[in-house]
């Protein structure tokens, strides 16, 4: 029933949320460099309602994550509908920062719960001495 | 009004300012042309702000971003200037100049300048916000 005690379906979606962020990072690294390059459209990666969309009261009541939320893997896409200025690039600076702020602190979110989850497991292993 | 509301708002205060900047920077540039690809002489550009809900974020009632409405032209007539050499001179010798006034376009582009840094530290103050929201996890 249970795949050992890191199949838990909270590490198993905090897993997927940074690597969705880390994708995302990638990313707009890589929408910033081209900013100023002639008829490049910007890339942009969404996880996060997919992934909402996956996880099911099951899942978190079994204590196992699903195969479907195991295989679980971000998508990149390109913008096309994000209006372009006359050298055809799509790329707005500022929303790119916006953007990259917003991602550092779900990832730290995401990354703090994660040390939460195996500083209970760490507690168990030790018996509670340090 | 999600947890990063804030983060958009001010980036599309980001967004028209700069675009706002372009505006006074074409018009600085163009102080002395007597030629454009429309025909005739340039006529100083300006710039309609409108508040705009994000489609990401429809339902910011309480926090709306902002966007460019328009570029618009400044109705107000050339100034004239009397150098009948010109190859762009009326028939009276009168030249149309641009109705520019570099006072003007620089006094607008503090005021991009200093709502351009206003906007980002109001995107830092945020990130300070949700980044205490954090520490309390540590």
Redesign the interface.
């Known amino acids: 029933m249970t795949a050992g005690i890191f199949g838990d379906p909270v590490l198993t979606v905090l897993e997927k949320v940074m690597n969705g962020c880390t994708l995302r990072n990638t990313v707009i690294a890589n929408n910033i460099a081209n900013v100023n390059t002639p008829g490049f459209k910007r890339s942009s990666v969404s996880f996060e309602s997919e992934l909402a969309g996956i996880i099911t009261d099951s899942d978190l009541a079994s204590g196992s994550a699903s195969d479907e939320l195991q295989n679980f893997q971000p998508a990149v896409e390109i913008d096309l509908h994000t209006a372009a200025r006359y050298d055809g690039n799509n790329v707005n600076i500022d929303q790119e920062m916006a953007e990259l702020s917003k991602n550092t602190i779900k990832f730290t979110l995401a990354s703090e719960l994660m040390k939460k989850k195996l500083g209970m497991l760490r507690y168990v292993i030790t018996e509670g001495r340090r | 009004m999600g947890l990063?509301s804030s983060?958009?708002i001010?980036?599309s205060g980001?967004?028209a300012n700069?675009a706002w900047m372009d505006v006074i920077a074409s018009n600085i540039a163009n102080a002395e042309t007597t030629r454009t690809p429309q025909g005739g002489v340039y006529k100083r550009k300006d710039v309609v702000f409108e508040t705009h809900v994000s489609s990401d974020n429809p339902d910011l009632t309480r926090g709306q971003g902002v966007r460019i409405a328009a570029i618009v032209e400044d109705p107000s007539p050339p100034k004239l200037v009397y150098n009948p050499g010109h190859p762009d001179a009326r028939d009276d010798g009168y030249v149309e100049m641009p109705n520019v006034s570099p006072v003007t376009e620089m006094v607008n582009m503090m005021v991009a300048t200093r709502a351009y840094e206003a906007n980002a530290t109001a995107?830092d103050s945020a990130?300070a916000m949700?980044?205490r929201v954090?520490d309390l996890?540590?």
């Open positions: 990063f983060f958009d001010s980036a980001l967004t700069r995107i990130k949700v980044g954090i996890l540590r």
